[in-house]
């Protein structure tokens, strides 16, 4: 059974930073892609960033590109959203999210994902 353990979530200031942590765990697959998403009330679930394992890709949304950085620990199969210079708008529930997929990372973040995480709460507020 695929498990996350997801952290990093708070409240922030506009302008400033939030590292978001996702390890997951309870599966072995030879291709994979990890990422983000995040869903603001009323709003649909947005593929944020996301990391493949097969080849390496990565994709962001356009309105995070310039301001998030995700990352791969690939031993441990965890994955970290660096958010710089956020926003109001990028308040919403982040989720981390597994395909089991040898595929590019743009897919299944565009998608969906096979399996989610219980979410994180970023709220970017003055």
């Known amino acids: 059974q695929v498990q996350f353990m997801e952290s990093g979530g708070g409240l922030e200031q506009p302008g400033g930073s939030l590292r978001l942590s996702c390890e997951a765990s309870?599966?072995?697959?030879?291709?994979?892609?990890?990422g983000w998403f995040r869903q603001?009330?009323?709003?649909?679930?947005?593929?944020?960033?996301?990391?493949?394992?097969?080849?390496?890709s990565i994709y962001y949304a356009d309105s995070v590109k310039g301001r998030f950085t995700i990352s791969r620990e690939n031993d441990k199969m965890t994955v970290?959203?660096?958010?710089?210079?956020?926003?109001?708008?990028?308040?919403?529930?982040?989720?981390?999210?597994?395909?089991n997929a040898v595929v590019?990372?743009?897919?299944?973040?565009?998608?969906?994902?096979?399996?989610?995480?219980?979410?994180?709460?970023v709220t970017v507020s003055s």
């Open 80 to 99: 970290h959203l660096q958010m710089n210079n956020l926003k109001p708008e990028d308040t919403a529930v982040y989720l981390c999210g597994l395909d």
């Open 40 to 56: 603001a009330p009323g709003k649909e679930r947005e593929g944020v960033a996301c990391i493949s394992s097969s080849d390496g």
């Open 26 to 34: 309870g599966f072995t697959l030879d291709g994979y892609v990890l």
């Open 104 to 121: 590019a990372a743009s897919i299944p973040c565009k998608y969906g994902m096979d399996y989610w995480g219980k979410g994180t709460l």
